[in-house]
């Protein structure tokens, strides 16, 4: 098998960075970088996102991007200043893309921005007297009529950040998003191991294992996603009281039986629900493939016997026409790059490892992606202790102008100190360490291997030990 070389350059060398250090990939194999160059600053932004410390990181890395060539900052001895600078666009795009999931939960600073103009409106409810007599705190109802007058433009509406339920909505809609993002990553890896087969001549992989594993993922999880789109779209405020469960009725899928208090949401939901599980379990033997392997091998040792005679053309690399005689070309892939030298029983055993951890990954895959929405509320929250312990006591101190003014300067002061160190340095240190986890375990185990090594070119220079 011949080494890998992927050639990078000053942006993209990060990213293959934190792909190299979970493996090199093998010779010719899908490679994860270029995908990770979007993913990676994007599930980030989704636990950090905040407009405020987003923009502080972009334009820390800006700051270094900009300085680059400058001598003194390249030739620096400092090991964890070498860490930030050799990642310096990896953290650039963490900032942009955090800026802009900070706009979505309209975040900054913990607190929110009014861009636009609220979709809720007060005036409704206050207009009745005895409501406002009957009850401690406004409640904006929006079965009431002129309450809610339309959808916030982009994000969430400012007016949640004072409502008291506030982190219930987050909640709900961050753990349902969580799982959306989660399911989607999963399948576009499974979709990348299409283009492995393809191209190293395994073609049989696509009705053996491609499908049956978008079958078994998409028709558990990925029907979740569709009941979680389904009951957005369909249920309305008036009947958000009596809304379904989708978590009962998930359940309740699983266990071939009903709820009488859980309406479904659609007719005929149980027997699609009843298909969908028949249909991933059929899924299952395919994927542990006793009939189909060892007849795979013969046939495979032809093809590539074939492959080595062809190479010998003038058109092959020099590697290639410089094989011992009667060396195959073997591809590189997680089951076939070691299949000549494995037994059918050693086959079948190594298959069916590769069936049982797909499966239950799939499951302890899906729950892990909640860990977008676990640190996203954890983030804000912590945002929200810290503007409430140290700014919100500065801003409220009584006394002459001049006297508060002094009196704020070593208060901000101590407020701009933890931000950096607790939310910036530590909570993002703790968001990069949770993404890099999502993409090494639950996204390319999917399709990468990771099992080659790298291209150590001839020199004649000294390497310093």
Known sequence: MPPTLIRTNRFTASFQGIVDAYG????????????????????????????????????????????????????AQNEIWQTFFGGRYLLLLMGLFSVYTGFIYNECFSRATTI?????????????DTFLSQHPLL????????????????????????????????????????VILGVTHMAFGVLLGVFNHVHFGQGHRLLLETLP?????????????????????????????????????????FLFSRSPTNRPLFAGQEVVQHVLVVLALATVPVLLPGFWTPLALPRRAGALTR????????????WVRCLPEGQALRPC??????????????????????????????ISNTASYLRLWAL????????????????????????????????????????AVMTVAILLVMEGLSAFLHALRLHWVEFQNKFYAGTGYKLSPFTFAIQEE
């Open 24 to 75: 090199v990939g093998c010779y010719q194999e899908v490679n994860p970088a270029p995908y990770t160059i979007i993913t990676f600053p994007f599930l980030f932004a989704v636990m950090f996102g905040d407009v405020g410390h987003g923009l502080l990181m972009f334009l820390f890395a800006l700051a270094m991007v900009l300085a680059e060539n400058q001598p003194a900052v390249k030739t």
């Open 116 to 128: 636009f103009s609220s979709g809720w409106s007060v005036a409704a409810m206050a207009n009745h």
């Open 139 to 178: 409640t904006l109802d929006p079965n009431v009529t002129g309450v809610f007058l339309g959808p916030y433009p982009f994000g969430i509406d400012p007016v949640w950040s004072l409502a008291t339920n506030h982190l219930s909505f987050l909640n709900s809609f961050k753990m349902k998003m969580s």
């Open 213 to 253: 594993e978008l079958i078994f993922l998409l028709g558990l999880f990925g029907y979740l996603v569709f009941l979680v789109v389904y009951k957005w779209l369909r249920v309305s405020a008036a009947g958000a009281a009596s809304a379904p469960s989708i978590l009962i009725h998930f359940i309740n899928m």
């Open 307 to 318: 492959r080595r005679r062809a190479a010998q053309g003038t058109r092959q690399p020099r």
């Open 333 to 362: 892939h997680p089951l076939t790059a070691t299949l000549p030298q494995l037994a059918a029983s050693e086959v079948l055993m190594h298959q069916a490892i590769h069936t049982i951890e797909f499966c239950l990954g799939c």
């Open 376 to 415: 996203s509320l954890a983030h804000a929250q912590l945002s929200e202790v810290l503007w409430a312990m140290v700014m919100r006591v500065g801003l409220r101190m009584c006394g002459e102008v001049g006297v508060a003014a002094v009196a704020l300067v070593p208060i901000f002061a101590a407020f």
